[in-house]
């Protein structure tokens, strides 16, 4: 079936460098995505979300890529912080109809540790 | 908080017990969705509701039984459940069902089966 995957199931980064976290999507009629932030003991929090006609936007310390001809999708986070500290996870809604119409499908998640 | 209410925050529940979690939104979505969370696993939609009516059933086991009287509540019913229904049970609503909105998501249930 279609699905949203990710690359690395971990990332750990020093305070101040940047992060980039990838996914890949196999779903060719997803038109939408989006990155979701979930720290301990929380629902995910929207970060960012793209359209699939752009392949970049950009936030503040975030921005997302989109590459739609291989289907991948990246987080970059600029000078990360403790804070930062979460999993990420990216997911996509098609509108292309059929079962998976208007359904937020997400990937397994990144586990992101920012040390001091 | 970012607008939906989930209750409670922790449920220890022997496998013969009946409870229900709530889920609360005063955003003016029209839609509802019910999440299950476990480790290592990918978000699992369980159900769908938009404007009070069940739109999706995500093939879930006839024990867990949802309910939305309203646009603003969404209940799931639990009884006889199994230890790997533990888990965290995450409410999330959307502005409407098949346009490209974002999903607001509660804190979540964290679901202990005995």
């Known amino acids: 079936g279609e699905s949203v995957g990710l690359h690395l199931p971990t990332l750990s980064v020093q305070e101040g460098d940047n992060s980039i976290i990838n996914c890949a999507y196999s779903?060719?009629?997803?038109?939408?995505f989006i990155w979701y932030k979930q720290e301990s003991g929380k629902g995910p929090q929207f970060i960012i979300d793209i359209r699939s006609n752009m392949d970049k936007r950009q936030g503040q310390r975030v921005t997302v890529l989109l590459n739609k001809t291989v289907k991948h999708l990246s987080l970059q986070i600029a000078a990360t912080q403790p804070g930062d500290s979460a999993v990420y996870f990216c997911?996509?809604?098609?509108?292309?109809?059929?079962?998976?119409?208007?359904?937020?499908?997400f990937g397994q998640g990144t586990i992101l540790t920012v040390h001091p | 908080e970012t607008g939906v209410t989930q209750t409670p925050r922790h449920l220890v529940m022997g496998m013969t017990n009946k409870k229900s979690l709530k889920c609360e939104q005063h955003l003016g979505h029209n839609a509802m969705y019910w999440y299950k969370q476990s480790a290592k696993k990918p978000l699992e939609l369980m159900f769908v509701y938009n404007f009070k009516e069940q739109t999706e059933n995500n093939s879930v086991p006839s024990r867990f039984s949802p309910e939305c009287p309203n646009s603003s509540h969404l209940f799931l019913h639990l009884h006889t459940l199994q230890p790997e229904d533990s888990a965290l049970y995450l409410c999330a609503s959307s502005q409407d069902l098949g346009l490209s909105y974002g999903y607001t998501f509660g804190s979540g249930t964290r679901l202990t089966v005995v």
């Open positions: 779903n060719s009629a997803s038109d939408y």
């Open positions: 997911a996509e809604i098609s509108n292309a109809g059929g079962t998976s119409y208007g359904k937020l499908t």
